[in-house]
Each structure stands twice: as structure tokens, then as C-alpha cells.
């Protein structure tokens, strides 16, 4: 079954600090990815997307994500964390077979120490 | 542009009693989807519609859950009788028609069920 997982429940950084949150995908062919962030009381925001071509992607907001297909992941990173950036982020794919349905990971909540 | 709202932000009820969600999205999406996030996990497709038409309702509980978009903008999800396990974060999202376009989401509803 296509699955996408995310280790990691929580991770805490230092301001400043470097982040890399993991995502791994269960996918047949090659899938499509995206990365979300959602604050506290918001809805979902879009960082990031990966359909093909170039494995590193840019986004919003300072974030990429590189797929890596012989790991089966797609994982996020940001050079410079802001305290801005505590939330929790949610990596998906979307279910192949002309279905349009995101699958979603448990999610990460990222904590930012000052 | 206003983004997809979602009304209410918050309802607590006791079980056995009906409730529902409205979602109006952004203006020319044709595609909208209702998603349940549960407490620590990621959304999970309810129901999503093309226009008028529900192409995917493979995930929603139809003994007790119900949508409707029968203008094919403005939608409501409705529970009769929710039950405790119900409790949990209902959102809507909005997107243009065709494969991968992008979801924006609603700030949701909280549902509490007591």
C-alpha cells in the first residue's frame, strides 16, 4: 500500500541552528511529494512540492527538500531556523492511479529554542 | 483574495447530538475536499467533490456522516449522531481542477464531543 512516514514526532533546535525533518514514501512509481506546515489554529500551508526533473527543490519561507529516490525520501531542511518556524510540518503524496487523494504523514512538531 | 473559510472555528457538544461544518472555498476552485485530522496524525480524505459531483466518498463513516455542495460552491459536512470518538479537527480544502494542483486549506473546525 503507498504510505508516507515520518519518523520523527518531535524535534527541538536552537534558533540559528540547522533542521532536517524526515520524510519516507512507500510509492510504486515515481510519486509526487509535498511538504506542509501548519501553525497552531491554521489551516495546512503548502512549503514545497516535488512532481520531477531536478531532485532539489525550493520553497517558502528559506525550506528545500531533496528526493532521493534510492532512499525512498524526501526530506526537508532549512539552513537557519527562525523562531517563526515552530509548528508542526506534514509530508504527503498523492495517491497515483488518477485518484487526486494526498496521503499524509503522522506529521512533526518542531519546537524552536530561543 | 480571501482564502477558504470555514465556520465555526470551534463547537463542543455531547454526544448523540447532530452538528455540522460549512466551507465556503476561494472563489473558482471547482475541487474541494473535506479532511479529518485526528490529535497527533495527519488529515485523512472524507469526501471530495468535483464541482457538484462527490467523486471520492470512500472514506466517509455514511451511517452517520453526510456532505452536500449543491451549488458547487459552498459546502457542509454534517455528523447525526456524533459519538465521542468524533471529536477531532474537520478541514476543508480547495483546489482548481486536474492532477496535483495545489490544496489550500481552511483554519478547520475543532469539534469536541462530550
Known amino acids: 500500500a503507498q504510505s508516507v512516514t515520518q519518523p520523527d514526532i518531535h524535534i527541538t533546535v536552537s534558533e540559528g541552528a540547522s533542521l532536517e525533518l524526515r520524510c519516507n514514501y512507500s510509492?510504486?512509481?515515481?510519486?509526487?511529494l509535498f511538504w506542509y506546515v501548519q501553525s497552531p489554529g491554521q489551516g495546512l500551508q503548502l512549503l514545497l512540492k516535488y512532481f520531477s526533473g531536478d531532485t532539489l527543490v525550493q520553497g517558502i519561507k528559506g525550506f528545500e527538500a531533496e528526493f532521493k529516490r534510492s532512499q525512498s525520501s524526501f526530506n526537508l531542511r532549512k539552513p537557519s531556523v527562525h523562531w517563526s518556524d515552530a509548528a508542526e510540518y506534514f509530508c504527503a503524496g498523492l495517491l497515483s492511479g488518477g485518484y487526486n487523494k494526498l496521503i499524509f504523514g503522522a506529521g512533526t512538531r518542531l519546537a524552536v529554542h530561543p | 483574495e480571501a482564502g477558504v473559510v470555514q465556520s465555526p472555528r470551534y463547537k463542543i457538544i455531547e454526544k448523540k447530538q447532530p452538528v455540522a461544518f460549512w466551507c465556503n472555498p476561494i472563489s473558482g476552485h471547482n475541487t474541494l475536499y473535506w479532511y479529518l485530522q485526528n490529535l497527533g496524525q495527519g488529515p485523512e480524505l472524507l469526501i471530495r467533490y468535483e464541482n457538484e459531483e462527490a467523486v471520492d466518498d470512500s472514506q466517509l463513516p455514511k451511517d452517520r456522516f453526510s456532505a452536500e455542495r449543491l451549488k458547487g460552491v459552498d459546502s457542509t459536512l454534517k455528523i447525526q449522531p456524533a459519538e465521542l470518538g468524533d471529536s477531532a479537527v474537520y478541514l476543508c480544502a480547495s483546489s482548481l481542477v486536474g492532477l496535483a494542483n495545489e490544496q489550500f486549506f481552511g483554519p478547520g473546525t475543532r469539534l469536541t464531543v462530550l
Open positions: 510509492y510504486g512509481a515515481t510519486p509526487y
